[in-house]
């Protein structure tokens, strides 16, 4: 059964079928849902995290670089991260990062955006450290609604091996 | 005069005086205030952008890799660029990332936390394609209050040159 705390499934059912080191390979690919953002949350997220004028105000994002209303790049991150939990890339333990290789936001998010991501692994490898663990290399791209790329963020992430307790780890 | 929005200084004020390009050098360096987390908004962030037992749930967090409750690696960074923003780096323009070149979390942030940033400048150079402005790349760490660096970041951020509107550049 899947448990759900404040209407987010966290775990259990089919669908959560939590993956080992052992179950990822090179050229996976995982896709996601869809999340849109609106034009408040944009600017209520940006008063909280992110205060300038382009992320809070229409009139002064038009005159900005940005030439409109634009999410603050941390947000889009932070719907990317919810995205990829809900996505069917299920590490077991969880989605834990290790460090990035590459974060940019190539296209603003706009108001009304609907994202989606795609995960593909370009690389798995086991720790020489911690023969409980080890590493995937993740490429995660955010797309917009016109398949625009707003976000490629190529990750590093903790798997635990099969037949360890799924919670051992370096942090 | 700094105008304020939802409590939050956004602009104007001595204490704003945008920088160009050319007012940055190789070793600068920009404190911060400070910010303290609280384990509600650890978890109402996780509920929304990271729904994952260890940052929503004090007895899960327990069993799992960060042995006890952790702020998603998300929300500290959005913490972050909060108090960035507020810091007396102020590139003309705004904060606008162009990329990062290492972008990691060496230490989870725990409930009750008091965050606060350093950023020093590690490269000022103009642009090769846009005479109007330039990349300054900085190292943010963000401790918290033991000392201990919780995330690293060195971005790529984009500054107006002296003489431009301070708002062209590429996105």
């Given at each position: 059964m899947a448990r759900t705390r404040g209407g987010v499934v966290v775990g259990g059912g089919i669908e959560m079928t939590p993956r080992y080191l052992e179950d990822?390979?090179?050229?996976?690919?995982?896709?996601?849902?869809?999340?849109?953002?609106e034009g408040d949350r944009i600017k209520s997220f940006a008063a909280e995290f992110d205060p300038q004028p382009f992320h809070l105000d229409d009139d002064a994002a038009r005159n900005s670089i940005?030439?409109?209303?634009?999410?603050?790049?941390?947000?889009t991150a932070a719907l990317t991260m919810r995205l990829l939990v809900e996505s069917e890339l299920k590490p077991?333990?969880?989605?834990v990062g290790a460090g990035f290789d590459e974060?940019?936001?190539?296209?603003?998010?706009?108001?009304?955006?609907?994202?989606?991501?795609e995960s593909e692994v370009i690389e798995v490898r086991p720790s020489k450290s911690r023969p409980e663990q080890g590493l995937i290399k993740v490429r995660t791209t955010t797309f917009n609604q016109d398949?625009?790329?707003?976000?490629?963020?190529?990750?590093?992430?903790?798997?635990?091996?099969?037949?360890?307790?799924?919670?051992?780890g370096a942090l």
């Open positions: 990822f390979a090179v050229g996976q690919t995982y896709g996601s849902g869809h999340i849109r953002i940005f030439r409109g209303l634009a999410a603050s790049g941390w947000h077991a333990g969880g989605i974060f940019r936001w190539p296209h603003p998010v706009r108001p009304g955006d609907e994202l989606r991501v398949g625009k790329a707003v976000q490629v963020l190529v990750s590093n992430l903790v798997v635990p091996r099969r037949g360890s307790d799924g919670n051992n």
